[in-house]
């Protein structure tokens, strides 16, 4: 059976996949920044920081599959996780251990290294987000892809409930909602979001069938962070929420995650044979998640941690 190593616990892909994988087979979590305590998953309360640490760290778990959930790994909607050059020197780190041990690696990046003004972006798409930040996540991509054939990388956009005590930005979302305003989303932006968790299922097909290389893997449909807001009400059985007029664009947005980054998935369709979820199907799994207490298992409790 294999044993999956979740590398970025923190994030919401990493604390998602790793608590859907656990069901299946041994799952082990590390966090990037503070321990994270997760309801099925052994997560490590070591965070190793150098590329030693995390050598070691690997050679000893001896994983046959990484999942690299860093900073591609949360929703580029939330404006408090931008990509830095520490993040490639540190995913670098991470990505040269799997090699080195021969572990499978699965590299979670971000529709945020596109924008518009085409919509519905194939893997190979030309528009391509010219931002510092989206440099560094296809950096982040390049190294990955150089330095293991067998390497699945896989951008999305994923959406879901975020791990330990803080407040991810779904959670900030829903309490504006709670108020009854709509925050500071926009009606620019378009992106193809998707539930975390069915990101898990997704990825799970995809190991068994063998796949390799680059593919986009999110929601059917496309859509403004406003418009996802008043979605989100409805589903959560609260008021729509009043929101401003919205005016008119003269010029093109510009910016890291500030365009259109919708993600064309018709390669993963086709190589797998399944559809991709409607963002209505996606919001009720997360309402229900919300009323079946997996939120709340998900905060947890914080664990101190030491850094290596």
């Known amino acids: 059976m294999d044993q999956i190593l979740v590398a970025g616990v923190n994030t919401v892909v990493g604390a998602n996949l790793a608590e859907a994988l656990s069901d299946h087979c041994p799952v082990v979590g590390v966090s ?5 305590s997760l309801p099925t998953c052994n997560v490590e309360t070591e965070i190793p920081r150098k590329a030693s640490a995390v050598l070691e760290l690997v050679r000893r778990i001896q994983p046959s599959r990484i999942v690299l959930c860093g900073i591609g790994a949360d929703s580029c909607w939330d404006e408090s996780r931008r990509p830095q050059a520490a ?3 540190y995913a670098k780190s991470w990505i040269d251990a799997a090699q080195s041990v021969g572990s499978h690696l699965t590299l979670i990046s971000s529709d945020a290294v596109f924008t518009g003004p085409w919509m519905f972006h194939a893997e190979n798409s030309h528009s391509i987000c010219p931002s510092p930040e989206a440099e560094l996540l296809r950096q982040i991509e390049a190294h990955a892809s150089a330095s293991s054939a067998d390497a699945l990388i896989v951008r999305t956009h994923a959406i879901g409930w975020q791990a330990g005590p803080n407040a991810g930005w779904l959670e900030t979302l829903l309490a504006d ?3 009854g305003t709509i925050g500071s989303v926009d009606f620019a932006r378009h992106g193809t979001p998707m539930l975390a968790t069915e990101l898990a299922d997704v990825l799970k097909k995809s190991w068994e069938s063998g796949l390799v290389g680059l593919h986009h893997i999110a929601g059917a449909e496309r859509i403004s962070p406003r418009e996802f807001a008043t979605r989100l009400a409805a589903h959560f059985r609260l008021a729509r ?10 010029d093109r947005t510009v910016g890291f995650g500030c365009g259109e980054t919708s993600l064309q998935t018709r390669k993963i369709r086709r190589a797998l044979g399944i559809p991709l979820p409607l963002l209505d199907e996606s919001l009720e799994k997360l309402y229900q998640q919300h009323l079946n207490g997996y939120r709340e298992q998900l905060r947890g409790s914080q664990l101190a941690s030491r850094v290596a």
């Open 177 to 179: 909602l709670e108020r």
């Open 87 to 89: 993040d490639v020197t």
């Open 241 to 250: 929420p009043a929101t401003p007029i919205a005016g008119s664009l003269v």
């Open 32 to 36: 990037f920044t503070s321990g994270v």
